[in-house]
């Protein structure tokens, strides 16, 4: 069974920095694309960040120029630099990855259980 995990979530100040960890581990084949994914209370899960195995990226309007999504791909991690966090931010942040497990197999997308972040004075 696939397993991501993320970490680095916490409590900062308006205008300070977090950097979020999501590390895949189990069977994998390989992996297509990782993003992260924030869930503000009472709002609907939306895309902060993307990035594809070619290393191409996208970002949500909101957190476009303050956020940075990198990954490792030995390591099957993929990272979310933020910085200048405002309490818009605050959220449960997920990361998901589309991974195939076997050649020739279809991929199939995986989720982590959240990390919480608070931005807050």
């Known amino acids: 069974q696939v397993q991501l995990v993320e970490s680095g979530g916490g409590l900062v100040q308006p205008g300070g920095s977090l950097r979020l960890s999501c590390a895949a581990s189990?069977?994998?084949?390989?992996?297509?694309?990782m993003a992260w994914y924030r869930q503000a209370p009472g709002k609907e899960r939306e895309l902060v960040a993307g990035?594809?195995?070619?290393?191409?990226?996208n970002y949500a309007d909101s957190v476009k120029g303050r956020f940075t999504i990198s990954k490792d791909n030995a390591k099957n991690t993929v990272y979310l630099q933020m910085n200048s966090l405002k309490p818009e931010d605050t959220a449960v942040y997920y990361c998901?990855?589309?991974?195939?497990?076997?050649?020739?197999?279809?991929?199939?997308?995986?989720w982590g259980q959240g990390t919480q972040v608070t931005v807050s004075s």
């Open positions: 990035i594809t195995s070619g290393g191409s990226t």
């Open positions: 998901t990855a589309n991974i195939k497990q076997q050649r020739l197999r279809s991929g199939a997308d995986y």
């Open positions: 189990g069977i994998i084949y390989s992996i297509s694309a």
